[in-house]
């Protein structure tokens, strides 16, 4: 069965911290590897990755996917107070086959 | 505004009520979503709606329905649900679908369903 599995289940830090968060998977026949930052109520895209190795940066925020060792990480630099939400990991696959692949979210705590 | 709309935003229903949810999308896409979201439970995938053809459905009781009239509206129809059934329920729409989130979704702001 697919998994994906994100960690720390939760981080709390203060301004100007830097943090990484991590989601690792298996996944028959993956495709592609989606960060989301949640909240309040809507998910919001950050990146899409398909390829290993290919950092995607926009801003503080980067990320990058290891397809060998199955993890991406998701790293945010010189964090702000409005950087609190719940950031969720999803992977895609080729086929239709199974479950949705979302993971259980890192609640990410920015204190002033 | 993500270009995804739910109706309503807020909804409380008895047990033998019937109800729908409603989702529309002005972007052009071609795959819908209907997703679960439980307080302190990952986003449960409901379903997915590929070219209005319905293209998973993952094990969701039969007192949920969906309906895709066309690529730019989707319904889920509720009836005699459970206090359980209580939650978030998040609508997306993507422009392709391959399977699991493999493409970028644009998710609407949600509705928040309590059942009594």
């Known amino acids: 069965e697919d998994k994906v599995v994100q960690s720390p289940l939760s981080l709390v830090v203060h301004e100007g911290d830097t943090v990484t968060l991590n989601c690792s998977y298996e996944?028959?026949?993956?495709?592609?590897l989606l960060w989301y930052k949640q909240e309040k109520k809507a998910p919001t895209f950050l990146f899409m990755l398909?390829?290993?190795?290919i950092e995607k940066k926009s801003g503080r925020l980067s990320s990058i996917l290891d397809k060998k060792e199955l993890f991406s990480i998701l790293n945010i630099t010189a964090t702000q107070t409005g950087d609190s939400a719940v950031y969720l990991c999803?992977?895609?696959?080729?086929?239709?086959?199974?479950?949705?692949?979302f993971g259980d979210g890192t609640t990410l705590t920015v204190k002033p | 505004e993500t270009g995804v709309t739910q109706t309503p935003r807020h909804l409380v229903m008895g047990m033998t009520n019937k109800k729908s949810l409603k989702c529309e999308q002005h972007?052009?896409?071609?795959?819908m979503y209907w997703y679960k979201q439980s307080a302190k439970k990952p986003l449960e995938l409901m379903f997915v709606?590929?070219?209005?053809?319905?293209?998973e459905n993952n094990s969701v009781p039969s007192r949920f329905s969906p309906e895709c009239p066309n690529s730019s509206h989707l319904f889920l129809h509720l009836h005699t649900l459970q206090p359980e059934d209580s939650a978030l329920y998040l609508c997306?729409?993507?422009?392709?679908?391959?399977?699991?989130?493999?493409?970028?979704?644009?998710f609407g702001p949600g509705t928040r369903l309590t059942v009594t």
């Open positions: 398909t390829s290993s190795g």
């Open positions: 996944v028959t026949n993956f495709r592609s």
């Open positions: 709606y590929s070219l209005e053809e319905r293209v």
């Open positions: 999803a992977v895609g696959r080729n086929t239709n086959a199974g479950k949705s692949t």
């Open positions: 997306a729409s993507s422009q392709d679908y391959s399977g699991g989130a493999s493409y970028e979704q644009y």
């Open positions: 972007l052009g896409h071609n795959a």
